[in-house]
C-alpha cells in the first residue's frame, strides 16, 4: 500500500471520532515535534462511520504507546510507514495492568499530590475501566 503524504512515520487509524485530540494529547508527552504531526477530525469510515486519524512524520511510537492509544481507542491501528510504504500495521492489545502516562481522577490521590507513576489494573475491557493501585479509583480514560 502507498501513502500519499507520509515519507516516514507513523499513522495512527481508526480512532473514534471526537478522541483525535485526547490521543494527541497523550502522544505530545513523547516530545515529538508540534510540526511533524497531522491531525484528521471527522473523516468517513468504513468501520466506524467517522473517524479522526493522525500521523507523525519522522515519528515511530513504540508498543506501549500503541498499548496506552488502545485504551481510549479500541480499534486502534498504528501503521508504520518507510519510504511511502506500510512495513508493518500493528493491532495493539490491552494488557491486564499498565503504568504512567494517564492520570488518576481522583485529584486527592498520591499520584497528583505526590507525583508517584500511576498504576492500574484493567478491570474491564470493553468499556476499559482503570482501577487506581493507590486510591482504588475507578474511572473510563476518555
Ligand atoms: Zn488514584
Do not use: W
Not at 25 to 42: A, P, V, Y
Not at 44 to 52: C, R, Y
Not at 89 to 98: A, Q, R, S
Amino acid at each position: 500500500m502507498k501513502t500519499q503524504m507520509l515519507e516516514n512515520g507513523t499513522v495512527i487509524d481508526h480512532l473514534p471520532a471526537g478522541t483525535g485530540l485526547r490521543c494527541l494529547d497523550i502522544l505530545k508527552k513523547q516530545n515529538i515535534g508540534e510540526e511533524s504531526i497531522i491531525i484528521f477530525i471527522n473523516v468517513p469510515s468504513n468501520v466506524l462511520g467517522k473517524k479522526d486519524m493522525i500521523k507523525l512524520q519522522n515519528f515511530y511510537i513504540d508498543e506501549k504507546m500503541a498499548t496506552f492509544l488502545s485504551l481510549i481507542a479500541p480499534h486502534v491501528t498504528i501503521n508504520i510507514i518507510h519510504e511511502h510504504t506500510v512495513t508493518k500495521k500493528v493491532k495493539p492489545t490491552l494488557p491486564d495492568t499498565i503504568e504512567g502516562l494517564i492520570p488518576c481522577i481522583n485529584s486527592r490521590c498520591i499520584t497528583n499530590t505526590e507525583g508517584y507513576m500511576t498504576e492500574y489494573d484493567i478491570k474491564s475491557k470493553q468499556p476499559v475501566v482503570l482501577k487506581c493501585r493507590y486510591c482504588e479509583f475507578e474511572f473510563t480514560p476518555d
